[in-house]
């Protein structure tokens, strides 16, 4: 939607500043034993992995840290055991949230994101309550200087992708979870830099806010990401580019 924006790419904003404060490492860290723990070593017969250490090594995570968390995660070196769970909930404006956690202590956390959520206009909900509004999928993000409308549907469609959604500022290529990391690389080959790719869920449906609201939202975006057990936050809102602009600096 021209003049607006998405999560998706709120978060691809954020990425940067995430990884000047650090966070993003550890982040990454028990994702990858958990990948690795869940369908092996091996980023070859592993998608989820594989997708993973892509974005480590785009966060300049050195291999040394990605060799060690595989380790972990298969149990060659001794780790911290961690379980996977989402919440879902509410936030300003009625926006849907989702919230993927690794955590070693399940009573800890949700008290944690429930104390988060309550301070900034938000609510914890039941299991599926938003979950049916979003899909598990692949998303590529191409700056649009990098390649024309026509150039990137024709080069996405031809490496795999499922769709191509054209804006002002930036293509957004889904694909297939497990193809996420294929497509980049073909797009890559055919010369158009990718600057982002990664496994997400994508909203069916989004809720415009703007304002206080959208500023909220926001607010809100950040506090769940600041907690340590909290791995990854979707949420279905679409906000004015100008609040989007607050947060790039």
């Known amino acids: ?29 028990r994702e990858i034993m958990v990948a690795a723990r869940d369908a092996g070593g091996d980023p070859n017969f592993n998608p989820r992995l594989r997708t993973i250490i892509n974005a480590a090594k785009a966060a300049n995570m050195p291999n040394d840290n990605i060799d060690r968390a595989i380790k972990k995660g298969t149990g060659e070196l001794g780790g911290i055991s961690f379980e996977e769970v989402t919440y879902e909930g509410y936030g300003p404006g009625g926006v849907a949230i989702m919230i993927d956690v690794l955590t070693d202590n399940k009573k800890r956390t949700v008290a944690e994101i429930r104390h988060v959520m309550s301070r900034n206009n938000g609510n914890l909900g039941e299991t599926g309550c938003v979950a049916w509004n979003f899909e598990k999928k692949g998303l590529i993000l191409v700056n649009a200087v990098d390649a024309s409308e026509d150039l990137m549907l024709d080069a996405a469609l031809e490496a795999g992708a499922e769709d191509v959604r054209s804006e002002s500022d930036t293509h957004e290529i889904v694909t297939a979870p497990n193809e996420v990391i294929d497509v980049k690389e073909k797009l890559e080959k055919k010369g158009i830099p990718v600057a982002s790719a990664e496994i997400t869920m994508l909203p069916k449906n989004t809720v415009r806010v703007d304002g206080k609201t959208a ?35």
Request: glycine letters at 6%; aromatic letters at 6%.
């Open 1 to 29: 939607m021209s003049g607006h924006s998405k999560w998706s790419k709120v978060k691809h904003i954020k990425a940067k500043e995430d990884a000047k404060r650090g966070k993003i490492f550890s982040k990454l860290i």
């Open 215 to 249: 500023e909220s939202a926001l607010r809100l975006m950040d506090a769940l990401e600041e907690q340590d057990d909290v791995q990854h936050v979707y949420s279905n809102f679409d906000i004015p580019e100008e609040v989007m602009a607050k947060i790039g600096g």
